[in-house]
């Protein structure tokens, strides 16, 4: 057990972690890695780019953990229809759980109904697809807390909270943990807590050690995106790559 600010079992950080695996060079032989260490550790989700995610929906089947996959994946510079195409086809494929990168410009400039325009086509496509599946939006939260006075950092964060609530999405998500501007921190996973009204939490790009993932869970994280997760709830030193 681990006394933070609250106490976690590794049972209870287990199933809080999405186990990731989404450098473009992912072999099937990495994916079928990741996949075993889900099983074994019981991880809330496997998340995995769109060509493995019918293969992975096939070994998880019946295992309890979930098949997510990514959408607009990692610029988020797709069109709204290729995104809710992209995400459909991976719902179809077995996906259960969807993780689609915002447009940034967008975000960047706090539009709101620009911001929940292009999500609300990406959640109505995948619901239509399937009824249930969790839909969950990544903002880049380091860039849009970048450069600028706390003020327009949280106005940029409660914006994007907003909008991604009223598309009707499930999660918003700090961070591909592929953009240079860097990945989850306390101060944008305490601002997103403090704006998400009913949606919850995700906080990724950065988190490899057990400490790191305390620190996200006590600033309000509901769900952690990680390669590292066998390290987190083992204790081992973390080696692998986003």
């Not at 989700?45 to 309890?64: D, E, Q």
């Not at 706090?110 to 969790?134: H, M, Y």
């Not at 009223?166 to 704006?195: C, N, P, Q, R």
Request: include cysteine; hydrophobic fraction near 45%; charge should be neutral.
């Amino acid at each position: 057990m681990y006394a933070g600010d609250m106490t976690y079992t590794p049972q209870d950080i287990a199933g809080r972690i999405d186990h990731t695996i989404l450098k473009a060079e992912a072999t099937p032989g990495q994916v079928d890695k990741i996949v075993d260490e889900a099983i074994a550790h019981h991880f809330a989700s496997v998340c995995i780019n769109p060509i493995y995610v019918a293969h992975v929906h096939n070994r998880l089947r019946g295992t309890g953990v979930k098949t997510c996959a990514v959408a607009g994946f990692p610029l988020g510079a797709s069109t709204a229809s290729i995104k809710a195409h992209e995400a459909a086809q991976a719902v179809n494929h077995g996906a259960e759980e969807i993780d689609v990168v915002g447009h940034l410009p967008h975000l960047l400039a706090a539009d709101f109904e620009a911001i929940k325009s292009e999500l609300s086509e990406v959640v109505w496509r995948v619901r239509e697809t399937r009824k249930g599946i969790i839909v969950k939006v990544i903002v880049e939260s380091a860039l849009l807390m970048l450069d600028v006075d706390k003020k327009t950092a949280e106005s940029r964060i409660e914006t994007a909270c907003r909008a991604v609530r009223e598309a009707g999405a499930d999660f918003i998500k700090t961070s591909t943990g592929f953009h240079a501007t860097g990945g989850a921190t306390i101060e944008a996973v305490t601002l997103m807590k403090k704006h998400a009204g009913t949606l919850k939490v995700k906080a990724a790009g950065g988190i490899r050690n057990l400490d790191d993932a305390v620190k996200m869970l006590d600033a309000g994280a509901d769900r952690l995106g990680c390669s590292a997760g066998v390290q987190i709830v083992t204790g081992g030193t973390a080696k692998t790559s986003y």
